[in-house]
């Protein structure tokens, strides 16, 4: 059911279409909750309840930020993730997870992975999430550098793996700088709701 409320001016000082949101969560009412509220907020939003669906998506939409799930049916968050990483149409995608789970290990692979940032549902709200928004789109360039980067590395060496991070080098100064940057920019704007492994 679509929101009734979308129409209703919103307070924004945007002048360009709206920010698309690829949203992918397989709990319909979860998936309606954050829909309304995003909607409310002046975003278009894409919904997908599968991994399937989100790479479809994700490849037609042009979204400008997807926020994945990992308990997903069939193909589960850290595989989408990777599908997107590897595809030059969606490399650069900015991706927040938005995850039940809270296992240190699995916010380290989803982090490793290229996700800006990683979110405990009981820790936040959809307005939490749709007030971080911004700050994620602002902090996109400098995700965008670090992840073109990898992929860039990666290709470079025929069958090589991804590398996960990026290493310090007197060409990778910068980037990592840009991106100490907007991760602390990030870290700021939502503190206490977010979950980040260094």
């Not at 307070?11 to 309606?32: C, F, G, K």
């Not at 039940?100 to 380290?108: E, F, H, S």
């Not at 990898?150 to 025929?158: I, L, Q, S, T, Y």
């Not at 290493?167 to 990030?186: L, R, V, Y």
Request: net charge negative; with cysteine.
């Amino acid at each position: 059911m679509a929101s009734t409320l979308v129409a209703r001016p919103v307070a924004s000082s945007r002048s360009q279409p709206a920010d698309t949101i690829l949203l992918v969560e397989d709990d319909p009412d979860i998936a309606e909750m954050y829909r309304f509220k995003l909607e409310y907020d002046g975003y278009r939003v894409h919904l997908a309840m599968t991994g399937e669906t989100a790479l479809t998506l994700a490849f037609e939409s042009r979204a400008d930020l997807a926020l994945l799930d990992m308990g997903l049916p069939g193909m589960d968050g850290l595989q989408v993730l990777a599908a997107l990483r590897a595809d030059h149409r969606t490399f650069s995608l900015p991706v927040v997870i938005l995850s039940n789970y809270d296992d240190p290990d699995l916010i380290q692979r989803g982090l490793q992975l290229g996700a800006i940032d990683y979110l405990i549902k009981s820790h936040i709200t959809p307005a939490g999430v749709s007030g971080g928004i911004a700050l994620w789109m602002a902090a996109q360039p400098a995700c965008v550098t670090r992840i073109a980067m990898e992929h860039d590395r990666a290709n470079a060496v025929p069958g090589g793996p991804a590398r996960n991070a990026v290493q310090s080098s007197d060409s990778g100064n910068a980037e990592n700088a840009a991106m100490s940057t907007a991760e602390s920019q990030i870290q700021a704007g939502i503190s206490g709701r977010t979950r980040r492994v260094a």
